[in-house]
Structure formats: C-alpha cells, structure tokens
Nanobody
Framework: QVQLVESGGGLVQAGGSLRLSCAAS????????MGWIRQPPGKEREFVGF????????LYANSVKGRFTISKDVAKNTMYLQMNSLKPEDTAVYYC????????????????WGQGTQVTVSS
C-alpha cells in the first residue's frame, strides 16, 4: 500500500504563498486518485482538490479555486499543492490522500492518508 508524507507547512502572512509536498513510497501515485483535504480548527475535514488517475484536470473546492494548484511529478512519486493569495480562513491541517477509485465524492472516499501538515495564515 502507498505511504504518504506531507511537508512544507508553516506560518505565513495573509496574501503570501506556500507549497506543500506529498511524498509517496510504495506503489506509484500514477495508479491513484490523489487529493488534498484540510481540517480547519474545530471543523470537519473538507476537500481542497483532487486529480484522478483516469486523467483530466484537477478539481478544486470553490473556496480555493484560482488560488491553489495541484500538480504531481510521477517520476518523483510526489504531489504538490501550490497555495497563493493565502487567507486566514485557509488555516488548517492539510492532508494528502490517495484513493484507489477513479472518482471521489467525499474525504471518506480516500483510502490512504498522510499525517498532515499545519498551515497557519496570520492576518
């Protein structure tokens, strides 16, 4: 099974940028739908976006569309989340996750999870 490790979180001022990385070990990420999910303090986990192994463009939550970009480097077995124009409401623990299914409908659709990385955006 695939194992996932996130990195790149930290403290940033509003309007700033961060890039999160998700390094996978084991099977290639090319065979999984890969996604980013976040959990704001005191709230439920919510989609950030995902990219299916079937192909096509990444899909994003409306709250991050136009500001966040998911990419992956299959040769490095790594997925990235570029976050620009960060807002205080983006503060959350960010998880990368992998799903065996080609389509996902909820965070619970993902089969494998990383440990999470904290992103804090100050106002």
């Amino acid at each position: 099974q695939v194992q996932l490790v996130e990195s790149g979180g930290g403290l940033v001022q509003a309007g700033g940028s961060l890039r999160l990385s998700c390094a996978a070990s084991g099977p290639t990420i090319a065979g999984y739908t890969m996604g980013w999910i976040r959990q704001p303090p005191g709230k439920e986990r919510e989609f950030v976006g995902f990219i299916s192994y079937i192909g096509g463009a990444a899909l994003y939550a409306n709250s991050v569309k136009g500001r966040f970009t998911i990419s992956k480097d299959v040769a490095k077995n790594t997925m990235y989340l570029q976050m620009n124009s960060l807002k205080p409401e983006d503060t959350a623990v960010y998880y990368c996750a992998a799903a065996s299914s080609g389509s996902v409908h909820a965070p619970s659709s993902f089969d494998y999870w990383g440990q999470g990385t904290q992103v804090t955006v100050s106002s």
